[in-house]
């Protein structure tokens, strides 16, 4: 199984400054990455797949990198709506795991 | 628009069945595999199961391989998850989500099950 190991678990960040969230695969996923974004009572939103490629309707402020076991999530100015938890998610081999969460609030 | 709708949620004793639904609109239901995932309250996401395409492959986690059963009826655009044997722990959240890659670019809102005695 493939170990998803997010950091840090809690990030506070003020409006309007930029947010890194990191995403660690204990073996190579290649570019099989995908972030989302989760509010309280919500379902899921998928943000980035491809480790680097826009979801349908996400504004650019969101942006993913890396590739192989260690990949990003930037927001480069914090809105109001983006504090929320984020996962990442590794879909290359069985079973499909998630990191267990970045939760971004406000600072 | 992309709607996923699950259904079939409620509470039951621990040893008991379950059996959620799926129902897909927007989309050619035919040409995706379709994942459920699940949310203990307060907890992360745990993917559960996926089913190709087509029905003729399935995956299961460990945690519930041999005690759920995924499946779907494609004239009916509609996934289902049988759960039998249910434990407290299965008490989650479960999300269905369309997709292979990713696995969920649209997710519906969820059904609570909720296992206890």
Do not use: H
Not at chain 1, 75 to 94: G, H, P
Not at chain 2, 75 to 80: A, H, I, M, R, V
Request: glycine share 10%.
């Amino acid at each position: 199984e493939i170990v998803m190991t997010q950091s840090p678990a809690t990030l506070s960040v003020s409006p309007g400054e930029r947010a890194t969230l990191s995403c660690r695969a204990s073996q190579s996923v290649s570019s099989n990455l995908a972030w989302y974004q989760q509010k309280p009572g919500q379902a899921p939103r998928l943000l980035i797949f491809s480790a680097s490629t826009r979801a349908t309707g996400i504004p650019a402020r969101f942006s993913g990198g890396g590739s192989g076991t260690e990949f990003t999530l930037t927001i480069s100015s914090l809105q109001s709506e983006d504090f929320a938890v984020y996962y990442c998610q590794q879909y290359v081999n069985w079973p499909i795991t998630f990191g267990q969460g970045t939760r971004l609030e406000i600072k | 628009e992309v709607q996923l709708l699950e259904s079939g949620g409620g509470l039951v004793q621990p040893g008991g069945s379950l059996r959620l639904s799926c129902v897909a609109s927007g989309f050619t239901f035919t040409s995706y595999a379709i994942n459920w995932v699940r949310q203990a309250p307060g907890k992360g996401l745990e993917w559960v199961s996926t089913i190709s395409s087509s029905g003729g492959s399935t995956y299961y986690a460990d945690s519930v391989k041999g005690r759920f059963t995924i499946s779907r009826d494609n004239s009916k655009n509609t996934l289902f998850l049988q759960m039998n044997s249910l434990r407290a722990e299965d008490t989650a959240v479960y999300y269905c989500a369309r997709g292979s890659q990713p696995r969920g670019d649209y997710w519906g809102q969820g059904t609570l099950v909720t296992v206890s005695s």
